[in-house]
Nanobody, 121 residues
């Protein structure tokens, strides 16, 4: 019904930058919150940043001042600009979206397939 396709991951040196994108498509009536989680090997998945359809953004303390989340509602796309990357940012990054479908009044949570971000020291 809804697909989230991520792009922009890769390998970068410490101090470098990457920009992740996540485009949602399918039977979308509206999208409420969108955001990014990450999961490093042996660790739990953690929230990186989120952005509602309106209102203020939210960031994990570990990325505040370095990462910026934004969205283009016309394109159903969320972005994560990551600057001053550190080796501890290495993880698989997953986007998520809370979507109201055209066929239902209810909100459903969808996930992308994940994109690898590796920061070398």
């Amino acid at each position: 019904q809804v697909q989230l396709v991520e792009s922009g991951g890769g390998l970068v040196q410490a101090g470098g930058s990457l920009r992740l994108s996540c485009a949602a498509s399918g039977s979308i009536f509206s999208i409420n919150a969108m955001g990014w989680y990450r999961q490093a090997p042996g660790k739990r998945r953690e929230l990186v940043a989120s952005i509602p359809s309106g209102g203020s953004t939210d960031y994990a303390d570990s990325v505040k001042g370095r990462f910026t989340i934004s969205r283009d509602n016309a394109k159903n796309t969320v972005y994560l600009q990551m600057n001053s990357l550190k080796p501890e940012d290495t993880a698989v990054y997953y986007c998520h979206a809370r979507v109201v479908l055209t066929t239902s009044k209810y909100q459903y949570l969808y996930w992308g397939q994940g994109t690898q971000v590796t920061v070398s020291s």
